[in-house]
């Protein structure tokens, strides 16, 4: 059998991988990735035979979208079950080709989608080129720029979290104001409104250059160079639980002086309460500047409650099922999610759905777990949405255990890497042993039995006291209108205008 391939670019529909061979039809041809992949559709009986495989695919209830930027196995299913090797079949590989929502190109049985850069601009040289020309452009004075605000979240990966939430409200209440979102590639989803822009693109480099405010959760990426009346607000991805920046074990004169350049780009700051603010103004020497202790906006839908039901029928999860939520924080050491819990075991013994979800920076080199009652959602865009789904929290390290809190509900710990993280790779503020708002394990036994009885009980009776304490520390301004406060402050301080 010869199979020849090529990828169809036709605008009125998705691109797609075009297969067509000789003889009886195969059963099926799939595009498999770590976080995504789309099925075929077959046509033709007898002497040929047509795959179509989309190069979108819907995820979560949502409409479809470009594949996420990666490596792709074209896996073929023949007639008999048996599989057939495309690498040995193809006729002819097919070079890279451009359509307006990735570059595609195939080589053996490996489909390798990229953002739809053009390779010109992509490369080293391109980018050198348009960094200088962000770079120089003349400095026209606040008058010069757009009335517009350039977000970014978790460095493009996703558009979630307080930008997310600021996003939204300033949607409600200055509809006139233009805002970008800076992505990793068309695969990222962003709010209505918004207008996506691919990081290293043209468009990317000018909307940052041009928008008078750029609202962004973690570090500036790349060159960046203020222009008058240019304003940054970091707004913090979550209070710090372990040791940040500055403060960071082992001591480091380039990382030290690399956090002091960092934060000099940032106008305001944001924090989640008085805790926090404490804690960012040292860690990234940040002492003259203003920080806005408002709560977090991505915390507004944990206390105005509504939309777990929603979430929950995305992910194909029943109105009467119990839902755990599991969300490790990210190891210095390794690129992939922790791996010390048997995630299928545990939904099994507790009779739960166990949504498992990744940081951010294990998206890129992890894939999706898989099992029965297992719903991976390190990909899901916004972590707020799980959260109001859950009936529990299992965590470890991850500041989200300072957001569960406002829901109420009960959170637990799984640490049995405790005394390594906290004496080697990183180090913690607060002895979280003595003030933790639920039970902290180290077994896959103590686990689940704590997590049985969390979801029939709620907060356990031995921590009630610990968690209200711990209420009043850290989510006292947690109270649904966090955007609406520091939008407002945008809108007084000008910011951006209203129109």
């Known amino acids: 059998m010869t199979i020849t391939a090529r990828i169809d670019t036709?605008?009125?529909?998705?691109?797609?991988?075009?297969?067509?061979?000789?003889?009886?039809?195969?059963?099926?041809?799939?595009?498999?990735?770590?976080?995504?992949?789309?099925?075929?559709?077959?046509?033709?009986?007898?002497?040929?035979?047509?795959?179509?495989?989309?190069?979108?695919?819907?995820?979560?209830?949502?409409?479809?979208?470009p594949l996420p930027t990666g490596a792709y196995a074209v896996e073929i299913t023949g007639a008999d079950g048996a599989p057939i090797d495309l690498g040995a079949e193809l006729a002819d590989d097919v070079p890279a080709t451009m359509t307006p929502t990735m570059r595609v190109s195939l080589s053996g049985a490996t489909l390798e989608v990229r953002p739809p850069i053009d390779p010109a601009y992509e490369s080293a040289e391109g980018q050198a080129a348009l960094e200088r020309r962000y770079a120089t452009r003349p400095k026209s004075g606040r008058a010069g720029l757009e009335n517009a605000v350039f977000f970014e979240s978790f460095y493009g990966r996703n558009a979630s979290c307080n930008p997310r939430a600021i996003d939204r409200e300033l949607a409600r209440v200055a509809p006139g104001v233009t805002r970008y979102w800076s992505v990793v590639d068309l695969s990222v989803a962003v709010p209505d409104g918004g207008i996506p822009v691919v990081e290293g693109s043209p468009a990317w480099w000018r909307a940052r250059g041009s928008a008078r405010l750029l609202v962004v959760n973690d570090w500036l990426r790349r060159r960046y160079e203020r222009r008058p009346g240019q304003v940054v607000l970091q707004t913090w991805h979550g209070t710090p639980l372990k040791r940040l920046a500055l403060h960071r074990p082992g001591f480091d004169p380039r990382r030290a002086l690399a956090v002091v350049r960092e934060s000099l780009r940032w106008n305001v700051l944001l924090a989640q309460n008085p805790y926090g603010e404490r804690v960012m103004r040292k860690a990234y020497a940040f002492l003259r500047r203003p920080v806005w202790v408002e709560g977090y906006p991505r915390n507004d839908a944990l206390r105005?409650?509504?939309?777990?039901?929603?979430?929950?029928?995305?992910?194909?999860?029943?109105?009467?099922?119990?839902?755990?939520?599991?969300?490790?924080?990210?190891?210095?050491?390794?690129?992939?999610?922790?791996?010390?819990?048997?995630?299928?075991?545990?939904?099994?013994?507790?009779?739960?759905?166990?949504?498992?979800?990744?940081?951010?920076?294990?998206?890129?080199?992890?894939?999706?777990?898989?099992?029965?009652?297992?719903?991976?959602?390190?990909?899901?865009?916004?972590?707020?949405?799980?959260?109001?789904?859950?009936?529990?929290?299992?965590?470890?390290?991850?500041?989200?255990?300072?957001?569960?809190?406002?829901?109420?509900?009960?959170?637990?710990?799984?640490?049995?890497?405790?005394?390594?993280?906290?004496?080697?790779?990183?180090?913690?503020?607060?002895?979280?042993?003595?003030?933790?708002?639920?039970?902290?394990?180290?077994?896959?036994?103590?686990?689940?039995?704590?997590l049985t009885a969390a979801l029939e009980e709620g907060v356990l009776p031995a921590f009630v006291d610990r968690y209200a304490q711990w209420q009043d520390m850290f989510n006292a301004r947690d109270d649904g209108h966090a955007a609406e406060r520091v939008v407002a402050r945008i809108l007084d301080q000008r910011f951006v205008d209203r129109a």
Do not use: C
Request: glycine content about 12%.
């Open 304 to 450: 105005r409650g509504g939309g777990g039901d929603r979430t929950r029928r995305a992910l194909g999860i029943g109105e009467d099922e119990r839902v755990v939520l599991y969300a490790p924080t990210w190891r210095d050491d390794r690129d992939e999610i922790v791996d010390f819990l048997d995630l299928e075991r545990l939904a099994g013994d507790t009779g739960a759905v166990v949504l498992v979800r990744g940081h951010s920076r294990t998206i890129p080199a992890g894939s999706d777990a898989h099992g029965a009652r297992i719903v991976d959602v390190t990909a899901y865009p916004d972590v707020s949405d799980l959260l109001v789904a859950a009936d529990a929290l299992v965590t470890d390290y991850s500041s989200v255990m300072f957001d569960y809190t406002a829901t109420g509900k009960p959170i637990l710990f799984f640490t049995p890497d405790l005394a390594d993280y906290r004496e080697r790779l990183r180090g913690f503020y607060f002895d979280l042993g003595a003030h933790a708002p639920g039970p902290m394990t180290t077994s896959q036994a103590d686990l689940t039995a704590a």
């Open 10 to 65: 036709d605008a009125a529909a998705a691109p797609a991988l075009v297969l067509t061979g000789s003889g009886t039809r195969p059963r099926a041809v799939t595009v498999s990735g770590r976080r995504a992949s789309s099925e075929g559709r077959l046509t033709g009986r007898g002497v040929s035979w047509t795959a179509r495989v989309p190069l979108h695919a819907a995820r979560w209830g949502g409409g479809a979208l």
